[in-house]
């Protein structure tokens, strides 16, 4: 069955470097999107990417991130300058097409920011 | 915008038991909730979903039911086994909107 994948699994960074978390959605789906989970807490919505443009944003997806599709196959979110608070594990989904609900989660990369 | 409740956050059960989990939401116009299991270093999955025009939804040993008026939803678990020990997640969509807003999540355990 096809899945979502991500990579890295685990990324340790220095506050202020450029992170950049690579996703490959499952082949012919449409909807992409990131999400974040501070240890302990909600999973919390950052952006969804349709049609090679941002669809909707969160107030947490501020002039810090940015999301693009740079080959067709690859969903990556950058993180320009990171920050302490950016630790976290981070999720990207997908979903089929504007006729179902359903997303389909990766496994997540874990962010340590120190 | 919307807030999703969930209660309990632990949850541990002698194997065999059932097991439910309740979710509460705000928005009236919310029309799709899912539920997803997450195991440990592993992403969310969903197991089950329902819409705001379905009652109770059900899919083998798990069932959602959903209360508009009262705008809650809970997922109940039959004859719990190990395997079924992970944190579990409600969500809830508004109309138009796929993008769901997650509960704190519940941490089940069932004991064998």
């Known amino acids: 069955e096809p899945e979502v994948t991500q990579t890295p699994s685990h990324q340790v960074t220095q506050m202020g470097q450029e992170v950049i978390l690579r996703c490959v959605p499952i082949?012919?789906?449409?909807?992409f999107y990131w999400y974040r989970q501070i240890l302990g807490q909600k999973v919390e919505f950052l952006v969804s990417?349709?049609?090679?443009?941002?669809?909707?944003k969160s107030e947490i997806f501020d002039d810090q991130f940015s999301v693009e599709r740079p080959d067709g196959s690859n969903f990556t979110l950058k993180i320009r300058s990171t920050k302490l608070e950016d630790s976290a594990m981070y999720f990207c989904?997908?979903?089929?097409?504007?006729?179902?609900?359903?997303?389909?989660f990766g496994p997540g990369t874990r962010l340590t920011v120190l | 915008g919307e807030n999703v409740e969930q209660h309990p956050s632990t949850l541990s059960v002698q194997e065999g038991d059932s097991a439910v989990i309740k979710c509460t939401y705000s928005?009236?116009?919310?029309?799709?909730f899912p539920w997803y299991k997450q195991e440990l270093g592993k992403g969310p999955q969903l197991i089950i979903d329902?819409?705001?025009?379905?009652g109770e939804k059900k899919d083998q040993r798990i069932a959602v039911t959903l209360n508009k008026t009262a705008k809650h939803f809970s997922l109940h678990i039959t004859e719990t086994q190990p395997e079924d020990s992970a944190v579990y997640f409600c969500?809830?969509?508004?109309?138009?909107?796929?993008?769901?807003?997650f509960g704190r999540g519940t941490s089940l355990i069932v004991h064998p």
């Open positions: 989904a997908d979903r089929t097409d504007s006729y179902t609900d359903t997303q389909y």
């Open positions: 082949s012919n789906h449409l909807y």
């Open positions: 990417f349709y049609n090679n443009e941002i669809s909707e």
């Open positions: 928005d009236s116009a919310s029309n799709y």
């Open positions: 329902i819409r705001s025009n379905v």
């Open positions: 969500a809830a969509s508004l109309g138009g909107s796929y993008i769901p807003t």
